[in-house]
């Protein structure tokens, strides 16, 4: 490239360098290079923050149980917490999401009464039985006396 082709370039950029020089004198990029040196520090801090503020969240929330329900004996809350496989019950969780969002809306609204025939096969299938024993589950240990 010759110094006439340089030159040139030098003016097509001329815009951008007043603007440069313009952010530059008013602080702007200084403010942007203090940011990215501290941007480990923000993101540690935010973070930190978030944890801490789900915990107050938390202990709010027990608190507010606590008044309504009686006393929470956390030990047996914590002891109960570690026993719950939570892989499995976010994978149920997110199973159960997945066909809210995606295939609710493919099941054909009831014309009228259904017939015995069909309300029989429907009770019989594995998904039913599965979604029964699952309540009754739930309801047993609901049910329970506390020794």
């Not at 002891?79 to 149920?92: I, P, S, T």
């Not at 809210?100 to 096969?121: C, R």
């Amino acid at each position: 490239m010759n110094d006439e082709e340089m030159m040139d370039k030098l003016k097509e950029l001329e815009p951008t360098i007043d603007a440069i020089k313009k952010l530059q004198e008013s602080g702007l990029i200084a403010a942007l290079e203090s940011l990215g040196d501290q941007a480990d520090l923000i993101i540690n801090y935010a973070s930190t923050m978030e944890i801490l503020g789900t915990m107050s969240l938390l202990f709010r929330l027990m608190g507010i149980a606590d008044i309504s329900m009686g006393k929470i004996d956390q030990e047996e809350l914590i002891k109960d917490a570690k026993e719950v496989e939570w892989g499995d019950l976010f994978k149920m969780l997110f199973k159960i999401l997945k066909f809210i969002a995606n295939d609710t809306k493919n099941i054909p609204k009831p014309a009228g009464k259904q017939k015995l025939k069909d309300a029989l096969g429907e009770l019989r299938s594995p998904e039913t039985e599965y979604l029964i024993r699952l309540m009754s589950g739930i309801s047993s240990q609901l049910m329970k006396k506390d020794d």
